[in-house]
């Protein structure tokens, strides 16, 4: 991303469709950090998987029920959740929404899509 671009304006940005109902819009991002929009249709399965990066997610709106280890909670709009590198996890979506995430370093499998 050019170091320049510090503002990220939602209709400039494509939607990259990640499948089965979900799709996502990559923000500001450089090495270090990324946020990324991820939006979901109701019954849309963000599937179990883990990652060497530390997330952090908002849920800007919808219901999500997630499976964090072996934990498993719902989520409304004004949650979020914690995801430590390594941990095994994953949400289906109850009620069509949002999902804010950041990572840290930056996801490079999004930005080769």
């Not at 270090?32 to 800007?60: D, L, N, R």
């Not at 949400?91 to 490079?108: H, N, S, Y």
């Amino acid at each position: 991303m050019d170091s320049n671009n510090f503002f990220q304006l939602n209709n400039n940005i494509e939607w990259t469709d990640a499948g089965n109902g979900v799709s996502r819009q990559i923000f500001g991002h450089n090495d270090a950090i990324m946020m990324v929009k991820v939006k979901f249709e109701t019954g849309a399965v963000g599937a179990m998987h883990k990652h060497p990066h530390v997330q952090v997610s908002y849920v800007e709106s919808g219901s999500f029920e997630l499976t964090i280890d072996d934990e498993v909670k719902t989520l409304k709009q004004g949650d979020g959740y914690f995801v430590p590198p390594g941990i095994l996890h994953g949400c289906v979506c109850k009620e069509a929404g949002v999902l804010i995430d950041v990572f840290t370093p930056a996801r490079e499998d999004f930005l080769q899509q």
